[in-house]
């Protein structure tokens, strides 16, 4: 366990770390934060202060700080392999991911069954260069390895719509609005990155985008997922699950 056993988190912590991410650009203004060891794709950095931990990772645009309550998944990120197997991937790419905006994530929506028994109908496979470290919320963290199998989410939107909730940045507070239209022609507008759609009976594969640029109808902000399952980045990810093709799938 090294340097993360020997941290307890203490009650006040530093003005540093008394926020959940720094400009990496700003990195040079704190001295106290100093480069610990890498960890798988960036670099695990401490407060020299308070002994908080924090996480750059390689495209350094911001330093995040590993939050106490997570701070035993992101130890078990940083030591731990989670890969699926063939199968698994097969279905993947049939339901296709998206890329965040750094290209270090890609998110896959899905009903997945664990090796419990339990069922997450709106799950997330997260392959990710990032560990958990504050956010999704700790008891939502799950691990490749729990999988059994995974299905097609009647839930998941199509992989246009997500794709274009992915990439639309923001207008004002956080409203970054797609619009989309259901079977029976009913608009409604996404409020914010959207991966799944489950709204008065309504699923995301009753939907599809629905060209719409302004007057914003309906508007919806979904729900988080049920789970979200953390997969190592591998080679070749990108272009498996979400290649530039699927732009214009209408699935």
């Known amino acids: 366990m090294g340097l993360w056993a020997k941290f307890k988190a203490r009650k006040n912590r530093c003005h540093t770390c008394s926020v959940d991410g720094i400009s990496g650009k700003l ?10 060891e890498p960890i798988k794709f960036g670099n695990l950095y401490q407060c020299t202060k308070c002994g908080h931990f924090w996480f750059l990772p390689e495209h350094k645009a911001f330093l995040h700080r590993i939050r106490d309550e997570i701070l035993p998944l992101a130890q078990a990120w940083k030591e731990g392999e989670f ?11 049939e339901i296709g991911g998206v890329e965040n905006y750094y290209k270090d994530q890609i998110f896959v929506p899905c009903s997945v069954i664990e090796k419990s028994g339990i069922r ?10 990032n560990p958990p470290y504050n956010w999704p919320k700790k008891e939502l963290i799950h691990w490749a390895d729990e999988i059994t199998s995974v299905q097609i989410s009647p839930f998941a939107l199509p992989h246009n719509v997500r794709k274009a909730s992915m990439e639309k940045r923001e207008e004002s507070m956080g409203f970054s609005p ?3 239209i259901d079977d029976n022609e009913e608009e409604y507008t996404l409020g914010c990155q959207s991966h799944f759609f489950d709204f008065k009976g ?4 009753d939907v599809r985008l629905s060209g719409r640029e302004k007057k914003w109808k309906k508007v919806v902000f979904p729900g988080t997922a049920d ?8 080679d ?15 699935r």
């Open 178 to 180: 797609v619009g989309i």
């Open 27 to 36: 990195i040079g203004r704190f001295p106290n934060l100093k480069p610990i």
């Open 236 to 250: 070749g990810c990108e272009k498996l699950l979400s290649a530039e093709w699927r732009n214009n799938d209408v």
């Open 83 to 93: 890969f699926v197997g063939n199968d698994i991937l097969g279905v993947l790419k």
């Open 202 to 205: 309504v699923k995301g594969k």
């Open 120 to 129: 997450a109908e709106k799950a997330i496979i997260l392959i990710s260069k």
């Open 227 to 234: 789970a979200y399952y953390f997969v190592d980045w591998f």
